[in-house]
C-alpha cells in the first residue's frame, strides 16, 4: 500500500506559542513517524518552508495574534489559497484556528477530493460572544449555519469534549461522524522523572518546598503536620499557562485578597502570558496584594518542575463558554498528579472530569467566598488533599497523550482506507 498523506491547518503550530500547536506538533510528527506524508500550513514571523523532522512546514507570515476577526479573515483566506496551490492530500485536517476553518477544510476536500475531519478545539461561531467579539446577530447566524454545513459534510468531527459532542449532535451533525478524543498534557509532563532532578527551582524563582512535601513528610511519620509548617513552608495555588479571554481571573483576584491577610503562607502563582496577564499585575499592585507572584512563560524544561511546585492548581473557563471549549489546563494538573480547582461551569468536561474522579473541587465564577474556602480546604485537611491527589493521579493515568494520539491514527485510517485500496499499493 502506499503511504497514505495529510495535510494539517491551523494558525499556530510549534514552536509558536498555543496549546493547539503544541497538541498539532505531537500528532503530526507521529503521523510522520508512522510513515505518512506530512504537510502543515501554519503561520509565523515570516513565510518559509522548513521541516520539523519529517513534518514539511509551509509558514505564512502573520502576527502572533491578529487583531480582530478582520485579521483572522485575512489568516484564514491565506491558508485556503495555499492549500489549493499544493497537490493532493489523501486526508485534510482543520483546527479552529483561525474560526471557520472549517468551511475552507470543505472546500478544499471537494475540490482536491480529499477526506475531511474537522479537529474541534473550539466551537465557533458559538464561542465569540464568550471571547468578548461583539458580531451582529444575522452575521452570527450566518456563521452558524455555514459552520454546521461544513461539519455535516465531513468524513469526521474530532470533538475533545462531551459536551461539544452533545451541542454539534442537538445542531444536527451525525452523531455517528462525532468522536470525542480530549486533549493531552505536555510529554515532559508524563515523561519519567530522571535521578539528577530534584525538582527543586524553576530559574531559582520558585521551590517544591510547598505544602506538598510537608504533606508527605507528615505521611511518612515526620514531625506532626502544624509544626512542619512552622518552617515557612507556602501553601502553593498555581495557575499555570495562557490567560486569555475566555479565563476570567475576578473570582480568583477577589479570593486573593480575601485570603492575604489572615492567610499569608497561601500564596498564589500566575506563571505564563496572555491578554490577562498585564491586568493582574495591575491589580496586584492596586490592591496590594503581596500573596500574588507573577513569573514569565517557562520553558519546556522548566515545565514539570513548575507544575509540580503547586500544591493546587486553578483552572478558569467563562460561564458562557460551556460546551464550547475545553481548558487543556486541567490535563497537565492531572498528569502531575495535583488537585484541581476548576472555577467555571459546573456541565462541562473539565468540570466532570473533576468530578468523576474526585480530582478536586469546582466552583461558580463569581463566587469568591466558595474559592477561598475551597483553597483553605485543601490548605487546612491533609487527609482529602491526599484523596484529591489520588484522584489526579488516577485521571493522569487515562488522559495520557499515548492514548489520545492513538486514537487519532486509529480514526485517520478508517476514514482514508476505503480511498487507498482503490487507488491501490
Known sequence: ??????????????????????????????????????TVITTGPKTK???????????????????????????????????????????????????MLVVAGGIIA????????????????????????????????????????????????????????GHLAEDGVDPARITMIPNWPDFELVRPVSNNNNGNSVEGQITNLSHHSVYKAAAAGAKPY????????????????????????????????????????????????????????????????DNIRLLPHQPAGNLRNLMESGDVHLVSMTEDAAGYAVPSKIYAAMAVQRPCIFVGPQYCEAAQVIYEFGAGIVVPQGNADDLARAI???????????????????????????????????RAWNVIEGDLRQTGS
Open 110 to 165: 471537494r475540490f482536491k477530493k480529499s477526506r475531511h475531519i474537522h479537529w474541534c478545539q473550539d466551537l465557533y461561531p458559538d464561542i465569540l460572544p464568550a471571547l468578548g467579539f461583539k458580531v451582529p446577530g444575522f452575521i452570527m447566524e450566518r456563521f452558524k449555519i455555514l459552520s454546521r454545513r461544513a461539519m455535516k459534510a465531513c468524513d469526521r468531527v474530532v470533538v475533545i469534549g462531551r459536551c461539544m459532542a
Open 226 to 289: 502544624r509544626e512542619l509548617l512552622k518552617n515557612g513552608m507556602k501553601f502553593k495555588v498555581l495557575y499555570a499557562g495562557n490567560i486569555g479571554r475566555a479565563h476570567p481571573i475576578d473570582t480568583i483576584l477577589d479570593a486573593a485578597e480575601k485570603l492575604g491577610g489572615e492567610y499569608p503562607e497561601i500564596e498564589f502563582i500566575f506563571a505564563g502570558d496572555g491578554p490577562r496577564f498585564d491586568r493582574i499585575a495591575h491589580e496586584r499592585a492596586a490592591r496590594h496584594l
Open 376 to 410: 483553605l480546604h485543601f490548605r487546612m485537611n491533609g487527609d482529602d488533599w491526599f484523596a484529591a491527589q489520588g484522584g489526579a493521579a488516577n485521571a493522569g493515568k487515562v488522559f495520557m497523550p499515548k492514548q489520545s494520539i492513538r486514537a487519532w491514527m486509529d
Open 49 to 99: 518552508r522548513e521541516r520539523d523532522g519529517s513534518v514539511r512546514v509551509i509558514r505564512l507570515k502573520g502576527p502572533k495574534k491578529p487583531s480582530g476577526l478582520f485579521g483572522y479573515g485575512w489568516a484564514w483566506i491565506r491558508m485556503l489559497y495555499t492549500a489549493m496551490r499544493i497537490g493532493r492530500r489523501d486526508l485534510v485536517v482543520t483546527m479552529t484556528d483561525p474560526p
Open 1 to 38: 500500500m502506499r503511504r497514505p498523506s495529510i495535510l494539517f491547518l491551523n494558525r499556530v503550530y510549534a514552536p509558536e506559542r498555543g496549546a493547539t500547536g503544541r497538541v498539532l506538533r505531537d500528532l503530526a510528527r507521529r503521523f510522520a513517524r508512522e510513515g505518512w506524508r506530512v
